[in-house]
């Protein structure tokens, strides 16, 4: 498994520094829409941090929060990632491992929005996710 992760991050890194990833530039989309949020969550951008949640993912926020996005997204405690471990494309989902955290993406017309972060594994169990879409 370690070796798979490194091969996935020696590819997104590739690809990033490049410019080109696997053929249909897939992993290299989802990694760089991740990236992107996880900048928006360092710099305490809120508004470009819930522009990046898919639609139910943000609704699903608030409506849990009982909070606009802008204000609900700081307050989930979402842990702040630093590095790319890895992306796993399967259709229009992926899975972006990075230092501290495990995000999931879909894509969308748009481009790829995170459809739940704060995620970590559990033994034989679906992912735990601090916000996730409903």
Partial sequence: MRALRSGLLAVALLGASAGCGNTDGR?????RAASRFAASLRAKDAVRGCAALA???RDELEHSSELPCARALPEAGLPLAHQLR???????QARVV??????FLSSF???WKVTAAGCTPRP???YQ????GG
């Avoid at 990075?98 to 995000?103: A, H």
């Avoid at 996710?129 to 996730?132: A, E, L, T």
């Fill in 27 to 31: 992993e290299d989309a989802a990694a």
């Fill in 55 to 57: 639609p139910g993912t």
């Fill in 86 to 92: 890895g992306v796993d494309v399967y259709g229009r």
């Fill in 98 to 103: 990075t230092d501290r955290d495990t995000l």
């Fill in 109 to 111: 017309p748009g481009g």
């Fill in 124 to 126: 034989e169990k679906p």
């Fill in 129 to 132: 996710c601090r916000i996730k």
